[in-house]
């Protein structure tokens, strides 16, 4: 079964860029989306078509794509950004998430 | 303002059954792919089911095929899940999701339920 692979955590500074990444096996032939999920709360998407923001999104949120591996960046992260963040991709018809990276800022 | 909210959770001893429901409001129902995705305690999210905009169509993930089944009363703007065969490792918040414009490839799920909890325990 297809595979999205995260950092289990990643740890930034106030002010400071934290990037996360998601890399799968061909993952540059798909679209990738990002969510972040606080804790007690449902998952919100951040990031769409690996690199459009919905709407309500602060821009500090980005998204890029390189080969196999996609990106998340939060920029001038805010201590309301720390959440655990998911990756998402389609593998045929069937949806796959990757393991969660658990973003801290400290 | 759209809202999706699950109900039909709870305790269930394992080879059980439960229905789940979601019923969402303030969107076309019937113009949108939906989803349910479940969370265990402490775990990721794991994408379960799928189902196009006339009930028609459904995918599952491999594990809850033959047990789980998915689908839709676009009458009565509700989604249901229908669980048999409970298992303790289905135990998880179980979230209803609304896939994006279904005119547009890769648009994610951009509006969820507040989830509803089962628990398959012996």
């Known amino acids: 079964s297809y595979e999205l692979t995260q950092p289990p955590s990643v740890s930034v500074s106030p002010g400071q860029t934290a990037t996360i990444t998601c890399s799968g096996n061909?993952?540059?032939?798909?679209?990738v989306c990002w969510y972040h999920q606080r804790p007690g709360q449902s998952p919100v998407l951040v990031i769409y078509?690996?690199?459009k923001r919905p709407s309500g999104i602060p821009e500090r949120f980005s998204g890029s794509i390189s080969g196999n591996t996609a990106t998340l960046t939060i920029s001038g992260t805010q201590a309301m950004d720390e959440a655990d963040y998911f990756c998402?991709?389609?593998?045929?018809?069937?949806?796959?998430f990757g393991g969660g990276t658990k973003l801290t800022v400290l | 303002e759209v809202q999706l909210v699950e109900s039909g959770g709870g305790l269930v001893q394992p080879g059980g059954s439960l229905r789940l429901s979601c019923e969402v409001s303030?969107?076309?129902?019937?113009?949108?792919?939906m989803h349910w995705v479940r969370q265990a305690p402490g775990k990721g999210l794991i994408w379960v089911s799928g189902?196009?905009?006339?009930?028609?169509?459904?995918?599952?993930v491999d594990s809850v095929k033959g047990r789980f089944t998915i689908s839709r009363d676009n009458a009565k703007n509700t989604l249901y899940l229908q669980m048999n065969s409970l298992r303790a490792e289905d135990t998880a918040v179980y979230y209803c999701?609304?896939?994006?414009?279904?005119?547009?490839f890769g648009v994610g799920f951009d509006y969820w339920g507040q989830g509803t909890l089962v628990t398959v325990f012996s």
């Open positions: 999701a609304r896939e994006g414009d279904p005119t547009i």
């Open positions: 998402q991709a389609w593998d045929s018809t069937t949806a796959v």
């Open positions: 078509q690996n690199t």
């Open positions: 189902i196009n905009t006339d009930g028609r169509t459904t995918r599952q």
């Open positions: 303030g969107f076309t129902f019937s113009g949108y792919w």
């Open positions: 061909k993952l540059g032939d798909k679209y």
